[in-house]
């Protein structure tokens, strides 16, 4: 699957114009609010019409204004899981969820409602009226309703930002289900870091309807100036490591990759298996020589990579462990008075109870694991 | 038990009248139904050049004097009337002094409630979930049919009870337009009308008044039930 985006829109007094590809299995659209992100969705969706542009996604041109070419949203095959849910509120959950497979055409029908409701574990929820669910579970049908719609590729709106932090804990698994178990790509609209660092494979990030940046998640949330600035403490190193091995005495696990171990505090994941880390730039402490007598468990030795220059009373160091890119945000003064600069050799210390549970989160499996027809 | 007896000792007249009504307001209800959906969506959600025109065509039999819509009614669908004649030659539809005629004033003058309620509810519909629709795979028909159309029947419920009450009280275009011939366009209003109009019928015009207040009253109730029914199927709350 790959989308290609190259549209200009205008809405009253906002512009966007926005060029960007991606190849992701979930490509997080990020920006603060009124930066074009659900502008964006919608005109991939077919709810809207560019002023100008063209988008193609998997090679099929969805519009293109230099050749007048449009297909409407019902032709376009893509499903659209909003802010709002949007259920149907005289059909039942069972029937929201059949109401797109009956437009499928049935040579592209995948997946089944069994499958699904087991993914998202709605099927207790099946005989019910939209009205009698909690948000969560409205965005949860919303989810099995877009995907029973077999479309190429799913479009998500910021589905938790109606959510309290309760609720969003517990549909960001089912979105991580849907990422890894299910072959169709998305595109996720959100304004928080820590969902898009869980979540995202890809991520392109819009500010007042412009790219700022687009690529893999784990290198544009290193660079925190790209982020706005609310949500810069949010972000920071996103890495994929292996759970090597576990303490039960303690309650702590190890988390093994090319950066050496990590000790993390109260992990449910088997060993083996993959998790997705965070370790937020402003967690992470730096030091010139290796500091004994102190409580933080991982110490990890580097090279400072660059020291991020400004007037702001923040320093934002990069820091290179064993080729893994670590970033620490720290003051400007305590940068100053250690004396950073590239090519330094420091320790990065990062606290293990920093770990919890919005910052480890299953992997994304690889494409080439879950995708090996090719389709999708 | 003996009042009642008197109130159904209905001459065959007075019988003819109160079948007649009912048929009446019944075919001005179903005719006019899609039409009245047509418009009230095109009032609704269309965009066009003469949009006000048409809203107060569709309203005007509310504020004439119904005698003005009968006449007009007679100008237009009379025999020599430029659409009665053309109905009557090509199609063998007459409508001046039959019941169809009566039907057809009934609906005109019922037109506007209908439109009303109809059009109330698609403006109360969340248009985001046609767009929802639209997005998983359905066309805009399919999206009328299976998400517009079921959210707005409240309101398409209480249009037609609208329109068939309006129809069954209608008076003063019908008899201007298809006259008061008892079995042929003697509905129960001029049938109240003529025997108020004669010494003695005061007994009669009492009992076909009854009879209206027990219909009309049965169309409402009939209404509320079947719009809590549908309600509730929307929202359950």
């Known amino acids: 699957m790959s989308l290609s985006i190259d549209i200009r829109h205008r809405l009253g007094a906002f512009t966007l114009d926005a060029a960007f590809e991606t190849s992701g299995r ?108 909690s948000g969560g579970e409205k965005q949860r049908v919303a989810m099995g309703r877009a995907l029973l719609a077999s479309p190429r590729l799913i479009l998500m709106d910021e589905p938790l930002a109606s959510l309290d932090d309760r609720r969003k804990a517990e549909i960001m698994p089912y979105i991580e289900r849907l990422r890894d178990e299910t072959k169709v790509p998305i595109v996720y609209v959100s304004h928080s870091v820590a969902e898009v660092a869980r979540l995202a494979t890809e991520m392109v990030v819009l500010d007042a309807g412009r790219v700022v940046a687009s690529g893999p998640t784990a290198k544009i949330l290193q660079r925190l100036d790209l982020l706005p600035e609310e949500e810069q403490g949010e972000s920071g190193a996103i890495l994929d490591m292996r759970v090597a091995s576990r303490d039960p005495a303690f309650g702590m696990a190890t988390l093994a990759s090319a950066l050496g171990e990590i000790q993390v505090a109260g992990l449910d994941a088997e060993v083996g298996s993959h998790v997705r880390l965070r370790i937020r730039a402003r967690d992470v402490l730096v030091a010139t020589e290796r500091p004994r007598g102190l409580s933080a468990l991982n110490i990890l030795p580097g090279t400072v990579l660059a020291v991020g220059a400004g007037d702001g009373p923040f320093a934002d160091v990069q820091i290179d462990c064993n080729g893994q890119t670590v970033t620490a945000r720290i003051t400007r003064q305590s940068s100053h008075l250690l004396g950073l600069a590239p090519g330094l050799a420091v320790f990065a210390v990062v606290k293990s109870v920093t770990f919890d549970r919005t910052n480890t989160a299953r992997a994304a499996t690889s494409r080439a694991a879950t995708n090996t027809d090719g389709v999708g | 038990m003996q009042s009642l007896q008197w109130l159904l000792d209905l001459t065959p007249d007075e019988w003819n009248a109160v079948r007649l009504s009912i048929r009446v307001a019944t075919v001005a209800m179903i005719f006019s139904l899609p039409p009245g959906i047509l418009i009230a969506l095109l009032l609704a959600r269309g965009k066009f050049w003469g949009k006000s025109v048409l809203n107060g065509l569709v309203h005007l039999p509310l504020i004439l004097p119904p005698v003005v819509t009968g006449y007009l009614l007679l100008l237009t669908f009379g025999r020599r009337g430029p659409a009665g004649a053309f109905l009557d030659q090509y199609f063998g539809i007459v409508f001046s002094f039959r019941w169809t005629g009566a039907a057809l004033a009934c609906g005109i003058m019922a037109f506007p409630l209908l439109v009303r309620a109809i059009r109330l509810s698609i403006e109360a519909v969340d248009r985001r979930l046609e767009a929802a629709a639209g997005t998983l795979g359905a066309s805009p028909a399919w999206v009328f049919a299976t998400i517009t159309l079921p959210l707005i029947l409240p309101g398409i419920t209480t249009g037609m009870i609208l329109c068939f009450a309006k129809a069954m009280g209608e008076f003063g275009a019908t008899i201007t337009f298809v006259s008061n011939i008892p079995g042929e366009t003697q509905t129960l209003p001029s049938a109240i009308y003529t025997y108020t109009q004669v010494p003695g019928g005061d007994a009669g015009a009492l009992r076909l008044t009854i009879i209206s207040i027990v219909i009309a009253m049965a169309a409402l109730v009939a209404s509320e039930v079947l719009a809590r029914r549908v309600g509730r199927r929307i929202d359950p709350a």
């Open chain 1, 26 to 133: 979930l490509t997080a659209l990020f920006g603060p609010s009124g930066s074009g992100k659900t502008t964006l969705v919608n005109l991939i969706g077919g709810l809207l019409r560019p002023d100008a542009g063209r988008i193609a996604a998997e090679g099929r041109v969805l519009v293109d204004t230099a050749t007048s070419a449009f297909v409407p949203k019902h032709k376009r095959r893509i499903g659209y899981v909003f802010q709002d849910a949007r259920l149907f509120p005289h059909l039942t959950v069972a029937q929201n969820l059949h109401y797109g497979r009956f437009f499928a055409p049935p040579s592209e029908r995948h997946g089944d409602l069994d499958g699904v409701v087991d993914l998202l574990g709605i099927g207790h929820l099946l005989d019910r009226r939209p009205n009698a669910l």
